[in-house]
């Protein structure tokens, strides 16, 4: 049996086809062997030409599928969408909010008809042989005679009401607080008006009021004096206070948002805090910067350390707009009068639009309807990026009771204001129509909390597109690694046979691993 083995011819191959085995077999099997892929290297070795055809168009529908899907993934993220989330703390102690007051008239008619009836007679504006007081056709100039006074730079602060001449009184948490616990600021349509617990420059190192102070829980109660027999005719449409309850640090809109108060009265608003927080770019065009447009316009609040709000900014861009396009600011804003000129960080005062000028409300009917001229003009008057606002809930009952008339007389004859003329028979119903008492109390240490996220974050769209890889073609980032493996060492090899070509045989796989 040994010698008929022995005599049996050996099967052998030509060397030439052994090497081409190794040259082409080589880097695959090594990849075959140690890879995690496990259908695209597998595709290598199928013969059949029905299966390769079968195996070459399921990848490529599930290449596609993926791609898309990926792509798909990647376009969400970048639309940057976002969702709000809604949350409560409990935030004690907790700052007390600024509280804003003004008279709803404001003008003292003692100190304002002589020399308005100068003004009126000495441009002969009315026809009217009343010289003495005003009257319905004098109503029409009471506006005009304001940019008057203050194009020529005259003074008006004498046509206003002093806290002194209103606040009977004022407690915080049950401790006395006086006129000097408040800044003041001009309003255009409300005149002087006063804010308690503003946060002011750090220069005068008086810190904001906490709601905790004194052992109590915060609150504040005024009782005013509205000298209603004061008012301006044609000038007003009421009689009261306005009040505004907003963020220490946020400039009070007190013409936009306030509360009215109706004499005769005690009213409670309590408040329950409220913020929102949005992201910044590419999220939202969102800001908190203040420019040195909005800052001059800032710089009219007394002492005050306000920082960024969209309203005033917007305010201070018609006023720069309209100076630019009429050459005078908007009348109906006369408070507002110091600009930066449009290109230039130049502080000028300007003079106002006379009244009857269409111009005015030519520009701001085109700021506000036209959005191009909004968005390019108006540019850095974005959504601030954190509001925090005051929820309020107001009730209110008669007042005053019978015990305090006596000291609200005394107060009133008292006053630098003049007297009614028939006020010794007619003081008590005089008191009901012009008191007004106030309380500002928190009614929850609970603060809402609004807070904008991404729908979409960086590190969800890698989570989606391992899923999409992981599914339709089962591969994971590693196995990317050794695809990009397996294509050098193809290429490798392809380009050392081109170099045999040219040098010397073809290396063989072995030396090129």
């Known amino acids: 049996m ?15 086809s052994q090497q081409n085995l190794q040259r082409s077999g ?21 013969k059949n030409f029905a299966n390769n055809v079968f195996r070459t168009l399921s990848l490529s529908i599930c290449l596609g599928c993926m791609i898309f899907l990926i792509f798909q993934a990647v376009h969400a993220y970048f639309q940057y969408p ?25 003008l003292r008619y003692d100190r304002f008809i002589e020399p308005f009836l100068n003004y009126t007679n000495t441009f002969n504006l009315t026809s009217t042989s009343n010289a003495t007081e005003i009257t319905k056709e004098h109503g029409r100039f009471i506006r005009k005679f304001i940019v008057y006074k203050v194009n020529r730079n005259e003074s008006i602060m004498d046509y206003f009401y002093s806290l002194d001449t209103m606040m009977i009184s004022c407690m915080y948490n049950h401790v006395p607080c006086t ?23 750090p220069s005068l190192k008086k810190p904001v009021r906490e709601n905790c102070e004194s052992g109590s829980f915060g609150s504040f109660e005024l009782r005013f ?39 005769g009265q005690h009213h409670r608003l309590s408040y329950v805090k409220k913020i929102s927080s949005f992201l910044p770019k590419p999220y939202t065009t969102c800001t908190n910067k203040t420019s040195a447009r909005l800052q001059t316009l800032l710089e009219e609040y007394h002492d005050t350390d306000y920082g960024y709000s969209q309203l005033p900014c917007f305010f201070a861009c018609l006023q720069a ?32 639009c006379d009244v009857d000028n269409p111009c005015y409300r030519r520009v701001a009917k085109d700021l506000m309807n036209i959005k191009d001229i909004r968005t390019n003009y108006c540019n850095d008057c974005a959504q601030e990026c954190f509001v925090s606002q005051y929820l309020i809930k107001s009730s209110s009952v008669l007042a005053p009771p019978s015990y305090l008339m006596h000291d609200i007389k005394q107060f009133v004859e008292e006053s630098s204001i003049p007297l009614p003329s028939n ?26 909390v609004y807070a904008q996220q991404p729908t979409i974050s960086f590190v969800d769209v890698i989570s989606n597109v391992g899923g999409q890889t992981g599914l339709w073609i089962g591969i994971s980032f590693f196995s ?34």
């Open 26 to 46: 080589t880097t695959n099997d090594r990849v075959r062997l140690n890879t995690t892929i496990e259908d695209v290297p597998a595709s290598v070795y199928i």
């Open 423 to 448: 006020w010794s028979t007619t003081w008590m119903s005089e008191i009901r129509s012009s008191y007004v008492s106030l309380m500002i109390a928190y009614e929850s240490a609970r603060t809402e």
């Open 82 to 106: 976002t969702q709000t989330s809604v949350s409560f703390i409990v935030e004690w102690p907790q700052a007390f909010p600024a509280v804003t007051v003004c008279n709803y008239s404001p």
């Open 2 to 16: 040994e010698h008929e083995m022995s005599d049996q011819p050996a099967t052998t191959f030509p060397m030439k």
């Open 179 to 201: 006129v000097a616990d408040f800044t003041w600021f001009l309003s255009s349509q409300y005149g002087l008006c006063y804010t308690f617990n503003a946060k002011l420059k």
């Open 321 to 352: 707009y309209t100076y630019e396009r009429c050459g005078c600011g908007n009348p109906l804003r006369w408070a507002t009068r110091s600009i930066i000129l449009p290109g230039t960080n130049q502080k000028v005062n300007i003079s106002l």
């Open 480 to 513: 990317i690694v050794e695809i990009v493996e397996l294509i050098y060492r193809m290429v490798r090899t392809k380009l050392s046979c081109f170099c045999s070509t040219v040098v010397t045989a073809c290396p063989t796989q072995e030396s090129i691993a």
């Open 225 to 263: 004096y509205v000298h209603q027999h004061q008012y301006v005719p044609y000038l007003s449409n009421g009689i009261g206070m306005v009040v505004s309850v907003h963020d220490n640090g946020q400039m009070p809109n007190i013409e936009a948002v306030s509360r009215q108060l109706a004499p």
